[in-house]
């Protein structure tokens, strides 16, 4: 590539300050992929680990089609999965395999570890990705609203319903609605993803999952909104005490463009932190509520894998969330570092 | 094979009892108990079969279980039986009275001597791929089931099996089989097409046991993912003219059964199946479901403690008939087992047909075990250990923390010792390595498949849980391989009778209660649901429901 020389380059300000910033930048990306790898390598080791640790025998899993009772068989199918080696070698050969990208074979389906998951991940996106949104979205505006009248009846209203809603287990919560909205006041289905007799049509295939979603989201949301509502509230509480906003004010700017023009902006900080961490625990953050409601994503089939001792399928779920949470880590700080200059200043220097 | 309970048909129930141990009255115990409409009154049995059978519509099947596979020529319990006996056609099918009925079987012939049986196989029947079904498919699945079934006994005295013309099927044995017709069915022998099956490759991983399953049964197999849907369409060849009623079979699991019970109630699911006592108690005070409290025999059984007869103390029969003493059986139907199940004094339970109530009777009494005991020369007791795995909760653990307090009521001092699976605990029971441990003993259709080998000396050894209690005794051997081969009904009865009564007074085993799962369905929609000895294990070609 040939040199360009301009005015700028000849100073040598513009471009040494790019390069510096590139390179930085750069290596703060490779040295987080790094570090991700190493930590993922770890997850691997750790749940292989403690897996194999756990009591029973994988053999039941494995052979229960043909009902494995002999120990003879059971050793044969010990020597055909590679039980019976040692297991730093298990481990080994699994790493191996992971990062071919093979994650194994189901022990109980007899399938592909990842043709069993994959079905999976948009059902659990779709249910974690709603409640998610629709309880920062709704959370903040109430924290938003109860910080503007900190004193009021309504606002304490709120504060308590947040808490008893963040106490309360969601199973309870998920069976609470289920007695209420689909057996007392059978709006909603009870369970599952689809009705049995659904039509063919998109459309209509769509409609009723929506209809299916409302009650899990909800239960999943309840959980989160609380959160949002308490951290939205607290943060622009201590917001709209600072100087600015009272500079805002003075200026005779008008209430409503102070709080969410000024105020609210500063105020979502805390918030993206939070909903970074949580969009990591997208994949894996629903369990209960999946199984409560039967939902068929990974959460579910986390449960069942557990269940049965299908201990490649439960690993591979397991390595998936693992690298969801380490990759939205890694994407959030970028944001973070975008919306927040102060932090790209503090960290580059 | 004797009672394959644990690893073969215990998933039938074992997850619905599982998830109660495991969730307790959070989940659907709750949900139930606070959705609360029920009157509290019990529901008669009986299937609702009145009025004209109207074709079409779809009957939902609830289920805990995730079924890997739909071909139950290669075992795996419960869940491949209910789907192959819709897929498959099997030779015959059970009668209400245990009797076999004609199916793709037109007729049969025993030769005199009872060593060779000649069937008569339907012509113009096709498999879902429009195939014809012939002789060389039912010679070719018989042998299958027998090389690859967990099931060993009922076809261990086939030795071969000939097709000399289309429609002719000729089963030669080596010595007669009184439990062969039992063991053709479609749940245990199902009728593989040999141009698909017969491909060279090993059954027990063939391809086609998931996907695109073809065989001759009243319905094909449209979709099979197991952890959310199996869907079976009514296939419109199938051979029996005007069935099945219904167009579709849906199978629904649900395998954490949170809310199976209110799908239930709710009418999304239209049929289940349990053995839980808390959840039939439940589903009775529903007054939207009916719980039927006919057929199911073949799934059913008796609970048993198992007695190491090895073991220094226990092989005294005196210390066995002590430890029959000590329990109290009426304590035991109405606490322990939450009052669904019926007594049992048998080794055989009194709803199978060969069932004998002429046994020696061990009641409730705590002063005359301790006397047995002292006589056997254990005045102070001594200390043994209680196994059981996690299967259907209230006949295993409930069971052995009863024992526990029995025990210890005439100085036994017993340790509780819960195996987390079937191969754990087998590894303690097929090496005599336990004293005492609690054990489901299914019929699945006929003793010689369910309870012989449990019994029989030549078993001792063998893999789990063959002769369990390690068991020999000459007549019992006598009359257990007479009762295998009398094929006049009447004196197999009689047979069984006799064994029963030797084996109570041996005490190999204590039985304590039968153990008896039942369906409840939804009576607004569903009319003559399976209530036979295989329940939703043979075909549902009689079933149809209301509602579209």
Known sequence: ?349 | MTDHILSELAPLVRSVSRRNFIFGLGTAGVAVALAGCGSGEGSGGGASDEGTPQPGGTYIVGTTQVIAQANPAIGGGAGPMMIGAQVFAGLVLTADDFSPEPYLAESWQFSPDNRSVTFKIRGETTFHDGTPVTSEDVAFSILAVKKYHSFKSMFAKVTDVEAPDATTVIVRLSEPNAALLACLTPATAPILPKHIYGDGQDLRTHPRNTQDVIGSGPFRLTKFEPRTEIRMTKYDNFFQPDRPFVDEVVYRPDPSGNTILLQLQQGEIHSLRTGDSVQLQQLRAQPTIEVADKGLQAISGVGLVVVNMENQYLKNPKVRQAIAYSMDRRYILEQVLGGEAAAADSVLPPIDQFYSDNVTKYSYDVAKAKVLLAEAGYPNGFSLRIDYIPGVREFCASMAEYMKEALKAIGITATIISSPDTATLAQHISTGDYDVYLHLSLGYGDPVVGVHSLYESAAIGGPYPSNAPRYSSSEVDDLLEQAGQEMNLARRKEIYAEFQKVVSDDLPVIPFAQYRPRVAYFPAVVRNPNLGVWESLSPLKDVWVTAP
Request: net charge positive; hydrophobic share 55%.
């Open chain 1, 1 to 349: 590539m040939t040199m360009v020389s301009t005015p700028a380059a000849r100073t040598g300000i513009l471009p040494s300050a790019t390069t510096g910033r590139v390179g930085t930048l750069l290596r703060i990306v490779v040295g987080r992929v790094m570090r991700a790898v190493s930590l993922m390598l770890a997850v691997i080791v750790v749940t292989f680990v403690l897996l194999a640790l756990a009591p029973g025998d994988p053999t039941v899993a494995i052979g229960g089609d043909s009902g494995i009772r002999d120990a003879a068989t059971a050793e044969a199918i010990r020597v055909e999965y590679g039980l019976d080696r040692p297991l730093i070698v298990q481990i080994g050969t699994y790493v191996g395999r992971v990062l071919r990208g093979d994650f194994g074979q189901s022990f109980v389906l007899h399938q592909s570890v990842w043709s069993a998951i994959a079905p999976r991940i948009v059902p659990t996106l779709m249910l974690s990705g709603v409640a998610l949104v629709g309880a920062v979205v709704a959370g903040t505006l109430l924290g938003v609203f109860t910080a503007r009248r900190p004193r009021k009846v309504i606002s304490h209203v709120v504060t308590v319903v947040s808490i008893v809603g963040f106490a309360m287990p969601s199973f309870w919560i998920g069976l609470i609605l289920i007695i209420l909205f689909a057996v007392t006041f059978p709006i909603f289905p009870i369970g599952n993803m689809n009705s049995t007799m659904v039509g063919g049509g998109f459309f209509e295939h769509a409609a009723d999952t929506l209809w299916h979603l409302v009650l899990p989201a909800f239960t999943l949301g309840v959980i989160y909104l609380a959160q949002y509502s308490r951290l939205s509230r607290a943060s622009m509480l201590e917001v709209l005490g600072s100087d600015y906003v009272r500079t805002a004010h003075a200026k005779g700017l008008a209430p409503r463009v102070v709080v969410y023009k000024h105020a609210l902006r500063n105020a979502l900080i805390p918030i993206v932190t939070v909903l970074g961490t949580q969009f990591g625990h997208l994949l894996s953050g629903a369990v209960v509520v999946e199984v409560v409601f039967n939902w068929p994503g990974l959460g579910s089939l986390a449960y069942q894998s557990i269940q049965q001792r299908d201990t490649p399928l439960l690993l591979g779920i397991l390595l998936l969330s693992a690298a969801f949470v380490l990759v939205a880590n890694i994407v959030t700080d970028f944001i973070y570092r975008i919306i927040d200059p102060r932090i790209r200043i503090r960290r580059t220097m």
